[in-house]
Nanobody
Framework: QVQLVESGGGLVQPGGSLTLSCVASGSSIYTMAWYRQAPGKQRELVATITRGGTTSYADSVKGRFTISRDFAKNWVYLQMNSLKPEDTAAYYC???????WGQGTQVTVSS
């Protein structure tokens, strides 16, 4: 079983930046992903990164968000730039093989 803990959320103005972090423990991790869920909406996939480092992004965040990972320390990051109010959501870390989820971290983009 993989345990995931996210951090780094907060309140930021439009156009600002935040970096989310997720640390994994308990077992080996493989493909990692960030999802988000806004109030009243379904959870959506934001970005993924494979064990080999291949990344993919939702169209809505391409060019603004960057997912990365530190294999040695089991950390996964989501660098978010040029944030928009529509990026406001709870962001969740996911490990694909185990299906494990973190508790989520809130990102609010507002002036």
């Amino acid at each position: 079983q993989v345990q995931l803990v996210e951090s780094g959320g907060g309140l930021v103005q439009p156009g600002g930046s935040l970096t989310l972090s997720c640390v994994a423990s308990g077992s080996s991790i493989y493909t990692m992903a960030w999802y988000r869920q806004a109030p009243g909406k379904q959870r959506e996939l934001v970005a993924t990164i494979t064990r080999g480092g291949t990344t993919s992004y939702a169209d809505s965040v391409k060019g603004r968000f960057t997912i990365s990972r530190d294999f040695a320390k089991n950390w996964v990051y989501l660098q978010m730039n040029s944030l928009k109010p529509e990026d406001t959501a709870a962001y969740y870390c996911n490990e694909a093989r185990s299906g494990s989820w973190g508790q989520g971290t809130q990102v609010t983009v507002s002036s």
